[in-house]
């Protein structure tokens, strides 16, 4: 299976910038980058020191069901380019491990698929992952703060 990781859709974070609210209806908070720890949800990059970025609560899931989990995000405050869609492991995954887990069609969580996964081996557990018929795509989520990081989806 060949997979690619994928940032937030464009549309989804122009709707953001251009709103400026969260998934929660509050304001989004904006600060000034002091450097790479920021990483951007939408670009796969770290926002560079003295760039504004956006902290924000969002759901990356287009239905509401027990399983559509919101948290803390980053974003870049102006326009970045989208990150582009392939296999290699986006930038702004620099921690030893994360989770990863798989979801149907229906964006539910499939019960069996989520761990805890070194970095080096995300693209190897997504594959096997999206191998099955019941998984449509993989979640990859901070394995310290549960923070959504980016979605991988079957290549095409």
Known sequence: MKIAFHGLPSAVVADIRRTQIDAYGNPVEE?????????????????????????LAHCPFETRNPYAETGPIFLCATDCAPAPHRADLPAILLAPD???RGYGADERIQYGTGQMTPTDQIATYAAHLLDRDDVAFVDVRSARNNCFQCRIWPAS
């Open 98 to 100: 994360y989770i990863v």
């Open 31 to 55: 600060h000034m980058s002091d450097g790479d720890a920021y990483p951007c949800r939408h670009c796969l990059g770290a926002i560079p020191k003295g760039q504004t970025y956006l902290i």
